[in-house]
């Protein structure tokens, strides 16, 4: 076997994981890589509190980053290797290897590699999967990245009886041979019993015992001459880091158990032994890359013909209705902004939101974010009457013709507003939509919830002109001449599908499209299952009496139509 480098001064490899709470393996069913671009970010702010802490125990570390991160905080891995650390690739996004072949693992390195270095401005020396480990049946991904020239690996770590006939894949060693090789760094293990046990930070600093973790640590770093290889992630630092409550209790306990001690924990062993990058252990150094040239000047300044042409906008006003909706509204203001840069040039966009009677800080934080736009306006209901109320008072509100009205959880991506305004075409008063639509799609969405959606699409089938699969999405839009001055009997939930109800009776035009349905992902869900199916069923009872013994629709007059 070739022999080890020579050891720094510094003998035990610590390596950092630059990610974003809404990243990580225990989410990433949940919350798929689509919707990444969508969350707060939090990973500068926490990759500083880590760089903080080394300056101040005097360590150095190996920080893998993914290129979608290092194409968007470019400035954070510029900070990391000025305050001497070392960069190194951790796949384009979080793939599994099991997720790849050895095709779309390559196209993904190169891709990861080329992100990074350019946010670096340096050669990538060392490589890690992006979520995981590799296996025995794996190591063709070692060879791959040798072939990529790469100089090390940290993708491997033995656990239970993987690689029990191979001891040396558990220690810092030579993986291939020396003209087409790589060095693999492997997190480390203890052996009990025959068996391997991680010990080497991360999860598993969060899921095991304090006590027993810093025995096996303290016995490896006192008994071997081997590098202990020690990993975590910056977020494991950010305790007050955005709460996924849509997470199941295997999820949370995954990723969120411990996750208070852990500044402590890190903080401890920092102090205790003394860390290097893998780069200053295999005694290689990041070279800076070449200056490519520009492509300025390549491209033709005339004017495609007609450019000069101003783009007559569609007017059409997004209407919000928020209730103690404090967590969510940064992803909120995300969301609207891509989709601001995504339909800006085709629609001229207007948001109002209705604040409905929040007891949170709602109401402020919507000013802060969204009173001082001038394509922006912020209402409120002195107190709480409903969703529907809340939409109606938008919609009566809102200078255009057409009014979209959106969750505020975002459940519905507003992205999905392009395939429906198109639908407002003349003749057509609302365009509804649906996951439950044969082209439509619910993406961890409970059983239950879907369950009492088909039942209620099947009651309001049975008494409703209009036949769709379903009633009850508050995403729809709306002519505003068709609904503003309308009065409901119920203002909550049900009352969206009494809008719905009074124009099926008075003979407007309705069409449904279908949509993606996500999961509520931050903050929590107001609905009353009981007290909301039970409006539903009392809605069925009216609309049936309404349609077939001609008895009118009672309703409640508007208590107030909001204040701006």
Not at 11 to 35: C, K, M, N, W
Not at 141 to 152: H, I, K, P, Q, R
Request: net charge neutral.
């Amino acid at each position: 076997m070739t022999a080890l480098p020579t050891v720094g001064p510094k003998s035990h490899i610590l390596t950092i994981l630059i990610e974003d709470y809404y990243q990580v393996g225990a989410f990433s069913r949940l919350i798929p890589r689509s919707s990444w671009d969508r969350f707060e970010t939090r990973a500068e702010e926490n990759t500083r509190t880590i760089l903080d802490l080394l300056e101040e125990t005097g360590n150095q570390a190996t920080f893998f980053v993914c290129g979608w991160v290092a194409e968007r905080h470019p400035d954070i891995i510029a900070e990391v290797r000025e305050r001497g650390h070392e960069i190194a690739c951790q796949g384009y996004f979080h793939y599994s290897i099991s997720e790849m072949t050895p095709e779309t693992f390559r196209q993904d390195v190169r891709r990861s590699r080329k992100a990074v270095q350019g946010a670096l401005g340096a050669s990538v020396l060392g490589f890690r999967i992006g979520r995981g480990w590799i296996g025995p049946r794996d190591l063709w991904a070692l060879d791959l990245l040798a072939e990529e020239g790469f100089v090390y690996d940290s993708s491997l770590c033995p656990i239970g009886r993987q690689f029990a006939d191979q001891p040396h894949r558990s220690v810092l060693h030579r993986h291939g041979t020396a003209s087409r090789g790589l060095w693999e760094v492997p997190a480390s293990t203890r052996r009990l019993a025959g068996w391997s046990l991680p010990i080497s930070g991360g999860n598993y600093l969060r899921q095991f015992p304090d006590r027993p973790m810093r025995w096996a640590i303290d016995k490896w770093t006192r008994e071997k001459a081997d590098p202990f290889v020690f990993y975590l992630h910056v977020w494991e630092l950010d305790v007050e880091q955005p709460s996924i409550t849509a997470a199941t209790s295997i999820q949370k306990i995954r990723h969120y158990r411990n996750l208070a001690h852990m500044p402590d924990r890190i903080r401890r062993y920092l102090e205790s032994y003394e860390f290097t990058s893998i780069a200053h252990r295999l005694g290689v150094v990041q070279e800076p890359l070449t200056q490519q040239p520009t492509a300025a000047g390549r491209h033709s300044n005339r004017e495609a013909p007609g450019a000069s042409l101003p783009r007559i906008r569609t007017p059409v006003t997004v209407v919000i209705p928020c209730y103690n909706e404090v967590s969510t509204l940064t992803y909120l203001e995300t969301t609207l902004d891509q989709f601001l840069a995504s339909l800006g040039e085709v629609y001229d966009l207007r948001f109002i939101f209705v604040d409905d009677g929040s007891g949170d800080d709602t109401l402020e934080e919507l000013k802060a974010r969204f009173a001082a736009r001038k394509d922006c306006r912020v209402i409120r209901h002195q107190e709480n009457r409903g969703v529907a109320a809340a939409s109606l008072t938008g919609i009566e509100n809102a200078d255009t013709e057409l009014v979209a009205v959106i969750d505020a959880d975002c459940t519905f991506n507003p992205q999905q507003l392009a395939t429906m305004l198109p639908m407002m075409a003349d003749g057509v008063d609302m365009v509804i939509t649906s996951p439950m639509h044969r082209m439509g799609k619910a993406v961890n969405v409970p059983a239950w919830r879907l369950a009492l959606s088909h039942g209620a699409a099947f009651l309001y089938r049975r008494v409703m002109r209009q036949k769709f699969s379903s009633y009850t999405s508050c995403f729809r839009v709306y002519r505003r001449s068709t609904v503003a001055g309308m009065t409901l009997n119920n203002e909550g939930f049900s009352g969206i599908t009494e809008i719905l109800g009074r124009l099926d009776l008075a003979g407007y035009r309705v069409v449904e499209c279908p949509a993606v349905l996500d999961v509520r992902l931050l903050g929590h869900s107001k609905i009353n299952t009981l007290k909301t199916t039970i409006d539903h069923l009392r809605l069925i009872i009216r609309l049936a009496a309404a349609r077939w013994l001609g008895l009118p629709m009672d309703s409640k007059r508007h208590r107030e139509q909001g204040n701006a």
